[in-house]
């Protein structure tokens, strides 16, 4: 069994998936599963996750995303689209921000909720990329997303075809002031 140190160092953005093995959607779930375990701002878990595994589907997704992402997620059999709902956390009672941050909040837990979705694919074998470089608008109207939802990313998993070399970290005393 790997530890949890291994799993981190092992984790990378794969850009070249193996067209011929797919994943299932019960190992998806596994991963939404770890996702959920992430803290949220008063629990108020906003992450939302639109699966697409349907070869038609993935198609129009793929679609949506700028060119060289297309060529990066062709083979990808599972592509995740990540939303949070926009609004809540952040936000007191009445509606005020809590702080400066406001919504800032929502983008914040997606990505603790996301982490956990990609060390877990890592842990079960399989390989992650995270996608920015999208077209939200056709991205929220293709699966039907709901307005009070932002479109963060999209994610592809599968099992990479070509190995990825581990890039260069900073290291802690590049990005770390102890007081």
């Known amino acids: 069994m790997k530890t ?8 990378r953005s794969i850009r070249h998936y193996n067209p011929d093995k797919n994943v299932t959607k019960e190992v998806v779930e596994q991963l939404i599963a770890a996702a ?11 992450s939302r996750y ?23 997620v062709k083979d990808a059999p ?9 609004g809540i956390v952040g ?12 919504d800032g909040w929502g ?29 939200a608008e056709a991205i929220r109207a293709l699966l039907n997303i709901p307005e009070n939802e932002i479109v963060v ?7 990479r075809s070509q190995n990825s070399a581990r890039p260069r970290r900073k290291e802690i005393a590049d990005i770390t002031k102890f007081y």
Not at 4 to 11: L, T
Not at 78 to 86: G, R
């Open 50 to 72: 639109y699966v697409v595994m349907s070869s038609e589907m993935r198609e129009k997704l793929k679609a949506c995303l700028w060119s060289q992402n297309q060529i990066t």
């Open 78 to 86: 599972v592509l995740i689209v990540t939303t949070y709902v926009k």
């Open 4 to 11: 949890f140190d291994e799993i981190i160092r092992e984790r």
């Open 91 to 102: 936000f007191e009672k009445d509606g005020t921000p809590s702080n400066e941050l406001g």
């Open 153 to 159: 990313s999209v994610i592809g998993i599968g099992y």
């Open 107 to 135: 983008i914040y837990d997606l990505g603790l909720h996301n982490a956990l979705l990609l060390l877990k694919a890592t842990d079960l074998g399989l390989d992650s990329i995270v996608l920015g470089l999208r077209d």
């Open 36 to 46: 959920v375990e992430a803290p949220s701002w008063k629990n108020q878990q906003t």
